[in-house]
């Protein structure tokens, strides 16, 4: 089975701070993605990486930086944290499709 | 604009019978189409999926439909069960086997009724 790890549940943090989420998938997957799912609108899709070092844009990448130093592990970066960043973002890993999902991180913003 | 359509935000169904849900793309580089579940607090779970050169696939209880003249799929359910309550998203993909991301629909929330 795909596990797809995400390290945090919930997190709380200030308008301002440089804000890190983590994501570690265990099936050697190529591709890596950040979303976020926010109440009325589904899932958009933030940065995605195919390989170590690479990444690409995907819908709404302002505000937001991404790391891929090791296969397994692909960090998103809030570079300074703001309030229109309060939502749930949801890690996914895949080879081909589909896509396996972690269980998400709900950030909130104060 | 928004490339992937759910445009019933809630279906309220009764147990054992059928579930329809329906969604609808703008995309026409779209090849591959993918049904997800969620509950709360979880993150999405794949169900079901079906590539552009099928118009129909089927596993257990889950069918997934594919109109690719109406841009539309459906994803049915039978027969329905309480654990089926959930969110059901409608994702699409332009290059099926290649790095890119899913487009979502905003979601359906499924209510089984007993």
Redesign the interface.
């Known amino acids: 089975d795909v596990k ?1 790890t995400q390290s945090s ?1 919930y997190l709380v943090k200030r308008t301002g701070e440089k804000v890190f989420l983590e994501c570690v998938q265990d099936m050697d997957h ?2 890596m ?1 950040w ?1 976020r799912q926010d109440p ?6 933030i940065y ?1 990486s ?1 390989d170590v070092k690479m990444k ?1 844009k ?2 709404i990448p302002e505000g937001y930086s991404v790391s891929r130093e090791k296969k397994e592990r692909f960090s998103l970066i809030l570079e300074s944290a703001s309030t229109n960043q309060t939502s749930m973002y ?1 890690c ?1 890993s895949r080879d ?9 991180t ?1 950030l909130s913003i104060l | 604009d928004q490339q ?1 359509k ?1 445009n019933s ?1 809630s279906l309220s169904v009764q147990e054992g019978r059928i579930s329809i849900l329906n969604c609808d793309y703008t995309n026409s580089m779209f090849d ?1 189409f ?1 049904w ?1 579940k969620k509950y709360p ?6 169900l079901i ?1 079906i590539s552009s050169i099928k118009d129909k696939n089927e596993d257990g209880r889950f069918t997934v439909f594919l109109n690719k003249s109406a841009k539309h799929l459906s994803l049915h359910i039978v027969p329905s069960q309480p654990g089926d309550s959930a969110v059901y ?1 409608c ?1 699409a ?1 332009s290059r ?2 290649g ?9 359906t929330h499924l209510i089984i009724q007993p």
Request: net charge negative; hydrophobic share 30%; no cysteine.
């Open positions: 797809v549940r190529e591709n993605f979303y009325g609108l589904g899932l958009r899709l995605f195919y690409e995907g819908d949801l996914a081909n499709q589909p896509q396996h999902f972690g269980d998400g709900r | 992937v759910q935000p591959y993918l997800y607090a979880e993150g999405p779970t794949f999926s998203f994702a993909s099926g086997g790095a890119d991301g899913l487009t979502f629909g905003k979601g």
